[in-house]
């Protein structure tokens, strides 16, 4: 037994753990679930054995007749819940990877569809074999509501896309209650609500709530604040790890955020626009690489005698990232909505471009200090709706094929891109992300270093499910339609 089973085990009988909800991610980025006693884990031998499952059942995994897989936790992930203390429902998390059946001739091995221990494994050995380790820091942005029906849409003419009066208009939405907007009470307005404290910003108890449990679950938060939507917008980042940990804190958070909010009555989502007419929920996401341990070693993006603070492995590795950019909206803003989240007016990032200090951006050089621990990029053109392992995967790949290749991205443009006519777009050789999903996933089909990095049956999996999705979308019939056109 190793060491890491063995404190998994003890944690598990010292917190009186009943349940272990076993978790994974499908290709989609949905997180997987279910539930074994935990006496096959204190007692047994499910840490060393895995559980098995159909993978027919989970999309992008297995055709009916391959269908049985094997879950296998990764012990090191054991996370007792904290917000339960009910000795029947006392339950423990645990991450694990997703094996071939082990009585087939492959059995035992890593399966191809798993964004886990597949594809965000091969990454990390990929950095690892170039001498470095690639550390992640997502800003996760997301809404909380006090209710949304989808199944009743409302059109009026009087009522704001925050919920209060006012005279602005627009087309037929879903209209979510949030927790901000009390009859007779203080409104937050529309793009306002940046940094607004309480009593107007009704979510403070709340993010103190999930940054305590989440603290207590191992993963540190750095800050949290009310983001600058009006309804509910909350951004909470924890500070950053290598890409499978951060993965998983990724989902971490997600579970909390959405368990917490059901303690309030209310609805989490992490779908990147929820409004109309207001500022939607992005992913930036802060990477950098190092050589030895992270944080000790030499960040190898780090130059002090540069005027940004950053060296040419750094400038080659954004390099790598604009030059795949196109393809990279496809993995990282996954959803019809995604593009509803990258227009221009909303401070999403829509120019390729890069800069210091510069929010609109592409890739962002934060230079807040000039430090080797402080020194990154970031990339902007991310959203929660993505799969992490999938999306912080491919980021690394398209970096690291900057450095490979030596893409140097030019000089950083230091105006307002949000400002720019298309003829300066044109001088300066800014370009333009894809504006829908459709556009996004042809730019990925021809990007062979990306769908090297996810391996032939997650890329050709996430190519149908993705190419499904966008013909649904056109098949369907929008109540704004009907409002446009159907006096015509």
């Known amino acids: 037994m190793s060491d890491e089973v063995e404190k998994a085990k003890k944690k598990l009988e ?11 991610s499908d290709i989609r980025g949905i997180l997987q679930s279910f539930t074994v006693p935990a006496r096959e884990f204190i007692e047994g031998d499910a840490y060393e054995t895995g559980i098995g499952f159909d993978g027919s059942s989970i999309r992008g995994f297995k055709t009916i007749e391959m269908s049985d897989m094997v879950w296998m936790p990764d012990a090191a992930t054991t996370t007792v819940i904290p917000w339960i203390d009910d000795p029947i429902q006392k339950s423990a998390i645990i991450f694990g990877d997703v094996y071939e059946a082990f009585g087939e001739k492959d059995g035992g091995t890593v399966s191809e569809v798993d964004p886990r221990g597949y594809v965000a494994k091969r990454a990390m050995k990929m950095a690892e074999d170039m001498g470095y380790k690639a550390i992640f820091g997502p800003e996760i942005e997301f809404f909380v509501f006090e209710s949304v029906d989808p199944t009743h849409l409302v059109y009026d003419l009087w009522v704001s896309p925050a919920g209060g009066e006012g005279d602005s208009w627009g087309p037929p939405r879903v209209m979510p209650k949030s927790p901000e907007i009390r009859p007779g009470g203080l409104i937050l307005r ?19 709530e999930l940054a305590y449990y989440l603290t207590k679950m191992g993963v540190e938060i750095e800050y949290h604040h009310h983001e600058v939507a009006t309804a509910g917008q909350i951004e909470l980042d924890y500070k950053p790890r290598e890409l499978v940990p951060c993965g998983d804190a990724f989902y971490m958070f997600k579970f909390a955020a959405r368990n917490i909010a059901a303690k309030y009555g209310w609805i989490a989502t992490f779908m990147p626009k929820p409004l109309y007419l207001d500022n939607a929920s992005g992913m930036h996401t802060h990477m950098s690489l190092w050589k030895g341990e ?8 780090f130059d002090e005698n540069d005027e940004f603070g950053i060296s040419q492995t750094c400038r080659y590795f954004i390099g790598g990232l604009i030059e795949h950019s196109k393809a990279l909206t496809a993995i990282c803003c996954p959803t019809v909505n995604s593009y509803k989240r990258l227009v221009p007016g909303f401070e999403a990032p829509i120019n390729i471009s890069w800069s210091p200090r510069n929010r609109s951006a592409l890739v962002r050089v934060p230079i807040y200090f000039k430090s080797p621990k402080a020194t990154r990029c970031e990339y ?7 799969n992490p392992y999938l999306a912080f995967s491919a980021l690394l790949a398209a970096g690291l094929d900057g450095i490979k290749k030596k893409i140097d991205p030019g000089d950083p443009l230091r105006v307002d891109m949000y400002e720019l006519s298309e003829e300066e777009k044109k001088k300066y050789g800014v370009g333009e992300l894809p504006t829908t999903l459709r556009d996004a996933l042809d730019h990925l089909a021809s990007d062979e270093v990306l769908q090297k990095v996810l391996g032939s049956h997650v890329f050709d999996a996430f190519m149908s499910i993705k190419i499904d999705e966008w013909n649904q979308y056109c098949l369907y019939i929008t109540p704004w339609e009907f409002m446009k056109y159907l006096d015509i």
Do not use: W
């Open 190 to 208: 529309p793009k306002e609500a940046y940094f607004r404290a309480p009593p107007e910003d009704t979510t403070n108890d709340y993010r103190n």
């Open 294 to 301: 992270p944080f000790k070693g030499e960040n190898v993006f």
């Open 14 to 24: 010292e917190a009186k753990v009943t349940n272990v909800l076993c978790l994974f």
């Open 380 to 386: 902007r053109a991310v959203d929660p709706s993505c």
